[in-house]
């Protein structure tokens, strides 16, 4: 199956989230079932190409980056780690926002 450019990049955004969230739990000593259950939703939300999916999740990804992003600056070189995941949430929150064709696939009438 190929997918479009659109589809292709919405994906790569919700496989990113899941691997986030399995990474968080590793590093943080527990699995968040709540966060990662979300994920999940967002990640086949995006695959599909629901209508509006980008900008929901592009608005919690952006929200999770502004609760934490200045507690990461402050606490440098322990949160790096964490400020670099910011960083590229904010990026993945852009690129879902903004990119002409993830916008258009998600603004089809795929389901």
Known sequence: MKMERG???ATAVGVYMICKEIL???????INLISLVFAIGAAVCLFTGVKWSNLVVAIVLMAVF???FVNNLTHLPQNLLYLIEGLIDAGAA???????DVRRHCKSNNV
């Open 7 to 9: 589809q292709l990049l």
């Open 24 to 30: 968080n739990g590793i590093i943080g000593g527990g």
């Open 66 to 68: 502004c609760t934490h």
């Open 94 to 100: 852009a690129l879902l926002a903004f990119f002409p």
